[in-house]
């Protein structure tokens, strides 16, 4: 039997000043299949402080989840340390550093993508686009982000949607967090 690839999950994250709004599609699909619209692929972390959306398998995005928390109690307000501290551990540990995944998370002040190979980004303007959908919704959204009368979420509504519209794997059942 083949082995069945999983696709799914676009991502979006954006600030503007102090405001982020991370946002996530609810679809999951095996192959041509959708296994799953209303899959919940954000968790609010480190007392609230921190979002943080998952692109991959959701037993691997419950796993890393658990292990960002922890390095964010190890090394509250200090969400870059706790990044590195876990890109570390994804990198060198046995079974982590077999997960091909990404993650985008933020706080009020910074906005990181991290990776198992070792990534920690933390990319300029403060938008992130991981997952299936990704680059189309950080496209939209970087088309939107300077426009001040249009709200923050509505930036990540807007740029969600178009990617919805164009990824065969993204939905648009989709979940936002606030900070």
């Not at 954006?14 to 991370?22: L, T």
């Not at 943080?52 to 960002?68: I, K, N, S, V």
Request: charged share 25%; glycine share 10%; hydrophobic share 45%.
């Amino acid at each position: 039997m083949s082995e069945q690839i999983w696709h799914g999950t676009t991502v979006l994250c954006a600030r503007r000043g102090d405001k982020v709004v991370i946002a996530a599609d609810g679809q999951v699909t095996m192959g041509s299949v959708v296994v799953k619209p209303n899959a919940k692929k954000l968790r609010t972390l480190g007392g609230g402080k921190v979002v943080a959306g998952f692109a991959g398998a959701t037993a691997d995005a419950l796993a890393l989840f658990e292990r960002l928390e922890a390095k964010l109690e190890k090394h509250p307000d200090q969400l870059a340390r706790a990044c590195v501290e876990l890109t570390k551990e994804w990198r060198t540990d046995k079974y982590l550093r077999r997960l091909e995944a990404m993650m985008a998370v933020a706080d009020k002040t910074a906005s990181f993508i991290l990776s198992g190979t070792g990534d920690v980004l933390e990319p300029e303007g403060g938008l992130i686009g991981i997952g299936s959908g990704g680059n189309f919704a950080l496209a939209a959204a970087k088309a939107l982000i300077d426009d001040e009368k249009l709200p923050l979420e509505d930036v990540v509504r807007k740029a969600m949607k178009v990617a919805g519209d164009l990824c065969v794997y993204t939905n648009d059942n989709v979940t936002m967090e606030k900070l």
